[in-house]
Structure formats: structure tokens, C-alpha cells
């Protein structure tokens, strides 16, 4: 597998590496989808926080890629403010 990392090509076979890879610079906004989000455990532990229904639901998985976070948190009357705020938190503490 290989990765963009600051301009340059890197292989790497550690998930580790491939993680750290994906979160470094994302800013989670209401366009970031839940696809993107599932990728990262620390996001996922805040989504679960704030009772996201779609990560249980079978139908879901089929719209992961156009799923976005601010549709979702209209459409469930969920907070979106802080949780987008809290998502950006966890992933800035990952990337340090």
C-alpha cells in the first residue's frame, strides 16, 4: 500500500501508519461524510457518544460515502456544533 505523506510516496503495510496517514490535517465539517469519520475509532467513540442511529443501521452502509455528518445531525435533532467540535478535538489529539 502506498500512501501520500507531505508530497512523498510512502509504503507502509501498518495500520498505524496508514491512520495516522488519513487524520493528519482533516477538519470534520457538516459536509465530511460518515464514511470518512468510520475510518478513525477515536471519531467513532464520539459518534457513539452522541447516539449517531446510522452506525447500527444495515442501510446505511450503502450510503457511507454520501451520508453527511450535518444531514444526519438535521435530520436526528442531534448537536451539531459540538459535535463537530468534539470530532476535530479527538482527531487534532491524534495527530499529536
Known amino acids: 500500500m502506498h500512501i501520500l505523506l507531505?508530497?512523498?510516496y510512502k509504503?507502509?503495510?501498518t495500520w498505524r501508519i496508514c491512520r495516522w496517514a488519513v487524520i493528519v490535517g482533516m477538519e470534520v465539517?457538516?459536509?465530511t461524510t460518515l464514511g470518512e469519520?468510520?475510518?478513525h475509532p477515536e471519531a467513532v467513540k464520539v459518534l457513539i457518544k452522541y447516539r449517531v442511529p446510522c452506525l447500527g443501521c444495515p442501510l446505511a452502509r450503502f450510503e457511507l460515502g454520501r451520508l453527511?455528518?450535518?444531514?444526519?445531525?438535521?435530520?436526528?435533532g442531534l448537536d451539531l456544533e459540538n459535535l463537530l467540535r468534539e470530532l476535530n478535538e479527538?482527531?487534532?489529539?491524534?495527530?499529536?
Not at 479527538?90 to 499529536?96: F, I, N, P
Open 6 to 8: 507531505g508530497g512523498e
Open 11 to 13: 509504503a507502509s503495510t
Open 29 to 31: 465539517t457538516e459536509d
Open 37 to 39: 469519520l468510520l475510518k
Open 68 to 76: 453527511k455528518i450535518g444531514d444526519i445531525a438535521k435530520f436526528y
Open 90 to 96: 479527538v482527531l487534532k489529539e491524534v495527530e499529536r
